[in-house]
């Protein structure tokens, strides 16, 4: 259960850290030209701005999925859930970006394998037989019939 922690949290860090450095070190918002400086469009403030609200998102995603995968490992049965659903959606950017590297260079494409790995591995782990002991406390999960109605 603690690796399978550490491999969503190790998946979801580089989002963190490299978003924290991109807006640290960002250049700043240039100012709006007037409106009637015809050469002036605002493109350049206005995907300055979209850059930011971008890596803002991001961050946030991989925020909730480390807020998630705590969860899990203190026992919350719908944050493996919330788990599996974020894994699945952020496969698809990670899929993409395999796509792009591989079309481009060959090593580019380890850094999204190997976060892919990550967060994939770390989520099959949460469902394994030992991760449900250790969520249960030891104690065998109810089956339905009890779940339902109470003991018999």
């Given at each position: 259960?603690?690796?399978?922690?550490?491999?969503?949290?190790?998946?979801?860090?580089?989002?963190?850290?490299?978003?924290?450095?991109?807006?640290?070190?960002?250049?700043p918002v240039?100012?709006?030209?007037?409106?009637?400086?015809?050469?002036?469009?605002?493109?350049?403030?206005?995907?300055?701005?979209?850059?930011?609200?971008?890596?803002?998102v991001v961050?946030?995603?991989?925020l909730l999925?480390?807020?998630?995968?705590?969860?899990?490992?203190?026992?919350?049965?719908?944050?493996?859930?919330?788990?599996?659903?974020?894994?699945?959606?952020?496969?698809?950017?990670?899929?993409?970006?395999?796509?792009?590297?591989?079309?481009?260079?060959?090593?580019?494409?380890?850094?999204?394998?190997?976060?892919?790995?990550?967060?994939?591995?770390?989520?099959?782990?949460?469902?394994?037989?030992?991760?449900?002991?250790?969520?249960?406390?030891?104690?065998?999960?109810?089956?339905?019939?009890?779940?339902?109605?109470?003991?018999?």
């Amino acid at each position: 259960m603690i690796v399978a922690v550490v491999l969503l949290i190790a998946g979801a860090l580089p989002f963190l850290v490299y978003g924290a450095y991109l807006l640290v070190t960002a250049v700043p918002v240039p100012p709006r030209k007037p409106p009637w400086d015809a050469y002036s469009t605002g493109f350049a403030h206005d995907m300055a701005v979209l850059m930011r609200v971008v890596v803002v998102v991001v961050m946030g995603a991989a925020l909730l999925y480390v807020v998630a995968a705590v969860f899990a490992f203190l026992g919350r049965w719908g944050a493996r859930i919330a788990l599996t659903i974020m894994t699945i959606i952020f496969t698809l950017p990670l899929f993409w970006a395999i796509s792009i590297a591989a079309s481009r260079t060959s090593g580019l494409v380890v850094i999204p394998v190997v976060l892919l790995g990550l967060s994939v591995g770390g989520t099959v782990l949460l469902f394994t037989p030992a991760a449900a002991r250790f969520i249960n406390g030891g104690r065998p999960r109810p089956r339905l019939r009890e779940w339902a109605t109470g003991p018999i």
